[in-house]
Protein backbone atom coordinates (compact mmCIF):
# COMPACT_ATOMS: atom_id res chain seq x y z
CA UNK A 1 0.00 0.00 0.00
CA UNK A 2 1.24 3.18 -0.94
CA UNK A 3 2.29 5.80 1.77
CA UNK A 4 0.34 9.22 2.30
CA UNK A 5 3.41 10.90 0.61
CA UNK A 6 3.41 8.84 -2.56
CA UNK A 7 -0.29 9.54 -2.99
CA UNK A 8 0.44 12.90 -2.23
CA UNK A 9 3.38 13.58 -4.85
CA UNK A 10 1.41 11.20 -6.98
CA UNK A 11 -1.44 13.74 -7.15
CA UNK A 12 0.97 16.51 -7.60
CA UNK A 13 2.77 14.85 -10.18
CA UNK A 14 -0.98 14.41 -12.49
CA UNK A 15 -1.96 18.20 -11.60
CA UNK A 16 2.08 19.04 -12.50
CA UNK A 17 1.49 17.42 -16.06
CA UNK A 18 -1.97 18.47 -16.65
CA UNK A 19 -0.24 21.95 -16.24
CA UNK A 20 2.47 21.27 -18.04
CA UNK A 21 0.70 19.62 -21.07
CA UNK A 22 -0.94 23.13 -21.85
CA UNK A 23 1.93 24.14 -23.15
CA UNK A 24 2.02 21.70 -26.16
CA UNK A 25 0.19 21.10 -28.95
CA UNK A 26 -2.94 18.84 -28.95
CA UNK A 27 -1.68 16.86 -31.46
CA UNK A 28 1.38 16.33 -29.53
CA UNK A 29 -1.09 15.37 -26.36
CA UNK A 30 -2.69 12.82 -28.42
CA UNK A 31 0.33 11.06 -29.71
CA UNK A 32 2.29 11.53 -26.43
CA UNK A 33 -1.14 9.66 -24.93
CA UNK A 34 -0.69 7.07 -27.81
CA UNK A 35 2.58 6.41 -27.25
CA UNK A 36 2.57 5.52 -23.31
CA UNK A 37 -0.19 2.65 -24.09
CA UNK A 38 2.98 0.64 -25.57
CA UNK A 39 6.13 1.47 -23.35
CA UNK A 40 7.10 -1.15 -21.02
CA UNK A 41 9.81 -1.68 -18.47
CA UNK A 42 9.30 -5.45 -18.45
CA UNK A 43 12.66 -5.91 -20.90
CA UNK A 44 15.15 -3.17 -20.42
CA UNK A 45 18.21 -2.92 -22.25
CA UNK A 46 21.97 -3.06 -20.57
CA UNK A 47 25.20 -1.44 -22.50
CA UNK A 48 27.81 -2.46 -21.05
CA UNK A 49 31.19 -0.27 -21.85
CA UNK A 50 30.50 0.79 -25.27
CA UNK A 51 33.39 2.23 -27.43
CA UNK A 52 31.31 2.94 -30.33
CA UNK A 53 28.57 5.25 -29.66
CA UNK A 54 26.92 5.16 -33.36
CA UNK A 55 26.36 1.80 -32.43
CA UNK A 56 24.65 2.08 -29.42
CA UNK A 57 23.08 5.51 -30.64
CA UNK A 58 21.38 2.95 -33.07
CA UNK A 59 20.63 0.43 -30.03
CA UNK A 60 18.26 3.68 -28.38
CA UNK A 61 16.79 3.95 -31.57
CA UNK A 62 15.69 0.57 -31.64
CA UNK A 63 14.57 0.74 -27.89
CA UNK A 64 12.18 3.63 -28.65
CA UNK A 65 10.89 2.07 -31.71
CA UNK A 66 10.07 -0.99 -29.79
CA UNK A 67 8.92 0.64 -26.65
CA UNK A 68 11.34 -0.09 -24.52
CA UNK A 69 11.44 2.68 -21.78
CA UNK A 70 14.57 2.32 -20.00
CA UNK A 71 18.30 2.09 -21.00
CA UNK A 72 20.94 0.97 -18.49
CA UNK A 73 24.64 2.28 -19.29
CA UNK A 74 27.46 0.77 -17.89
CA UNK A 75 30.77 2.73 -18.42
CA UNK A 76 33.71 1.29 -17.36
CA UNK A 77 36.47 2.12 -19.09
CA UNK A 78 34.49 4.22 -21.96
CA UNK A 79 31.85 7.28 -21.40
CA UNK A 80 28.94 7.25 -23.58
CA UNK A 81 27.76 9.85 -25.44
CA UNK A 82 24.97 10.17 -27.80
CA UNK A 83 25.27 10.15 -31.55
CA UNK A 84 22.33 12.84 -32.21
CA UNK A 85 22.94 12.00 -36.19
CA UNK A 86 22.60 7.64 -35.49
CA UNK A 87 19.97 8.37 -32.82
CA UNK A 88 17.63 10.82 -34.37
CA UNK A 89 16.24 12.45 -30.99
CA UNK A 90 15.26 8.95 -29.65
CA UNK A 91 17.23 9.76 -26.60
CA UNK A 92 14.62 12.26 -24.95
CA UNK A 93 11.94 9.74 -25.30
CA UNK A 94 13.62 7.33 -23.18
CA UNK A 95 14.98 7.28 -19.73
CA UNK A 96 19.39 6.39 -19.38
CA UNK A 97 20.37 5.18 -16.51
CA UNK A 98 23.92 5.30 -16.11
CA UNK A 99 26.36 3.39 -13.57
CA UNK A 100 30.07 5.23 -13.74
CA UNK A 101 31.38 5.88 -10.09
CA UNK A 102 32.86 2.61 -9.79
CA UNK A 103 36.02 1.88 -11.71
CA UNK A 104 34.14 -1.74 -11.71
CA UNK A 105 30.32 -0.73 -12.73
CA UNK A 106 28.65 -4.04 -13.70
CA UNK A 107 27.94 -5.53 -10.41
CA UNK A 108 27.22 -2.29 -9.46
CA UNK A 109 24.55 -2.17 -12.43
CA UNK A 110 23.51 -5.61 -11.70
CA UNK A 111 22.37 -5.32 -8.06
CA UNK A 112 20.15 -2.50 -8.36
CA UNK A 113 18.82 -4.43 -11.49
CA UNK A 114 18.10 -7.37 -9.17
CA UNK A 115 16.82 -5.20 -6.54
CA UNK A 116 14.05 -4.29 -9.23
CA UNK A 117 13.18 -7.77 -10.01
CA UNK A 118 15.21 -8.08 -13.01
CA UNK A 119 16.29 -11.33 -14.65
CA UNK A 120 20.20 -10.56 -15.82
CA UNK A 121 20.00 -12.00 -19.64
CA UNK A 122 23.38 -12.15 -20.86
CA UNK A 123 23.18 -11.99 -24.85
CA UNK A 124 26.25 -14.22 -25.37
CA UNK A 125 26.90 -17.86 -26.21
CA UNK A 126 27.51 -20.11 -23.17
CA UNK A 127 27.20 -23.59 -22.43
CA UNK A 128 23.56 -22.77 -20.57
CA UNK A 129 22.74 -20.58 -22.93
CA UNK A 130 19.04 -20.64 -24.35
CA UNK A 131 18.32 -19.80 -28.08
CA UNK A 132 16.46 -16.45 -28.39
CA UNK A 133 12.97 -18.08 -29.25
CA UNK A 134 13.35 -20.38 -25.96
CA UNK A 135 13.61 -17.89 -23.50
CA UNK A 136 10.73 -17.21 -21.15
CA UNK A 137 9.54 -13.86 -20.20
CA UNK A 138 7.66 -14.82 -17.18
CA UNK A 139 10.14 -12.38 -15.43
CA UNK A 140 11.11 -8.71 -15.56
CA UNK A 141 14.20 -9.44 -18.03
CA UNK A 142 17.30 -7.29 -18.51
CA UNK A 143 19.23 -7.85 -21.83
CA UNK A 144 22.96 -7.07 -21.33
CA UNK A 145 24.91 -6.64 -24.24
CA UNK A 146 28.62 -5.94 -24.51
CA UNK A 147 30.95 -4.34 -27.16
CA UNK A 148 31.76 -4.94 -30.81
CA UNK A 149 34.88 -6.00 -30.69
CA UNK A 150 35.36 -8.19 -27.44
CA UNK A 151 31.36 -9.04 -26.49
CA UNK A 152 30.79 -9.13 -22.64
CA UNK A 153 33.11 -8.94 -19.89
CA UNK A 154 33.63 -12.14 -17.83
CA UNK A 155 32.28 -10.49 -14.79
CA UNK A 156 29.14 -9.49 -16.99
CA UNK A 157 28.99 -13.23 -18.24
CA UNK A 158 29.57 -14.90 -14.85
CA UNK A 159 27.23 -13.08 -12.58
CA UNK A 160 24.03 -13.80 -15.17
CA UNK A 161 21.24 -15.18 -14.41
CA UNK A 162 20.79 -16.94 -18.00
CA UNK A 163 22.56 -16.98 -20.84
CA UNK A 164 21.01 -15.91 -24.83
CA UNK A 165 22.14 -16.52 -28.39
CA UNK A 166 20.32 -15.69 -31.95
CA UNK A 167 20.68 -18.69 -34.16
CA UNK A 168 22.88 -18.11 -37.16
CA UNK A 169 23.76 -20.42 -40.09
CA UNK A 170 26.51 -18.30 -41.98
CA UNK A 171 29.96 -18.42 -41.38
CA UNK A 172 30.33 -14.77 -39.55
CA UNK A 173 30.74 -15.70 -35.59
CA UNK A 174 28.53 -12.62 -34.54
CA UNK A 175 26.15 -9.41 -35.33
CA UNK A 176 27.20 -6.41 -34.23
CA UNK A 177 25.07 -4.98 -31.16
CA UNK A 178 22.93 -2.80 -33.25
CA UNK A 179 22.00 -5.27 -35.27
CA UNK A 180 21.69 -7.68 -32.21
CA UNK A 181 19.83 -5.47 -30.30
CA UNK A 182 17.29 -4.80 -33.28
CA UNK A 183 16.44 -8.49 -34.15
CA UNK A 184 16.12 -9.95 -30.15
CA UNK A 185 13.95 -7.02 -29.48
CA UNK A 186 11.68 -7.20 -32.07
CA UNK A 187 11.25 -10.93 -31.28
CA UNK A 188 10.49 -10.68 -27.63
CA UNK A 189 8.67 -7.60 -27.48
CA UNK A 190 6.34 -9.02 -29.82
CA UNK A 191 6.15 -12.61 -27.28
CA UNK A 192 5.46 -10.42 -24.81
CA UNK A 193 2.85 -8.19 -26.22
CA UNK A 194 0.88 -11.61 -27.47
CA UNK A 195 1.34 -12.87 -24.13
CA UNK A 196 -0.86 -12.65 -20.29
CA UNK A 197 2.09 -10.94 -18.63
CA UNK A 198 0.84 -7.29 -17.44
CA UNK A 199 3.88 -5.54 -19.32
CA UNK A 200 2.52 -2.13 -19.79
CA UNK A 201 3.79 0.68 -16.99
CA UNK A 202 1.97 1.64 -14.41
CA UNK A 203 0.02 4.57 -13.67
CA UNK A 204 2.51 6.58 -11.65
CA UNK A 205 5.25 5.23 -14.09
CA UNK A 206 3.10 6.60 -17.18
CA UNK A 207 2.80 10.16 -15.35
CA UNK A 208 7.10 10.02 -14.65
CA UNK A 209 7.29 9.10 -18.69
CA UNK A 210 4.94 11.62 -19.78
CA UNK A 211 6.50 13.80 -17.42
CA UNK A 212 10.12 13.37 -19.07
CA UNK A 213 8.60 13.90 -22.70
CA UNK A 214 6.67 16.90 -21.63
CA UNK A 215 9.31 18.29 -20.23
CA UNK A 216 11.95 17.13 -22.53
CA UNK A 217 9.21 19.48 -25.48
CA UNK A 218 9.00 22.80 -23.99
CA UNK A 219 11.17 25.48 -23.56
CA UNK A 220 12.18 26.15 -19.88
CA UNK A 221 10.01 23.96 -18.13
CA UNK A 222 11.69 24.47 -14.86
CA UNK A 223 10.46 28.18 -14.87
CA UNK A 224 6.76 27.23 -15.77
CA UNK A 225 7.32 24.43 -12.79
CA UNK A 226 8.75 26.50 -10.31
CA UNK A 227 5.57 29.19 -11.09
CA UNK A 228 3.36 26.31 -10.34
CA UNK A 229 4.26 24.83 -7.39
CA UNK A 230 4.43 28.00 -5.76
CA UNK A 231 0.53 28.34 -5.76
CA UNK A 232 -0.29 24.56 -4.87
Sequence with gaps: MLSKNSVKN????????????????????QLFNEKIRFRTRHITVVLEDIFQPHNASAVLRTCDCFGI???????????????????LGSSKWLSLIKYHSDRENTLSAYE????KGYRIVATTPHQHDVLLDELPLDSKT??????????????????????????MYGFTESFNISVSAAIMLHSLTEKLRRSAIEWQL?????TEVLLSWTRNTIKRPELIEQEFLKNI
Design 69 to 87: QDVHIIENQNKYEVNPDVA
Design 202 to 206: QDFEK
Design 142 to 167: ALVFGTELNGLTETAIKHADAWVKIP
Design 112 to 115: ELKK
Design 10 to 29: ELRDQRLLEHLMTFISTRRR
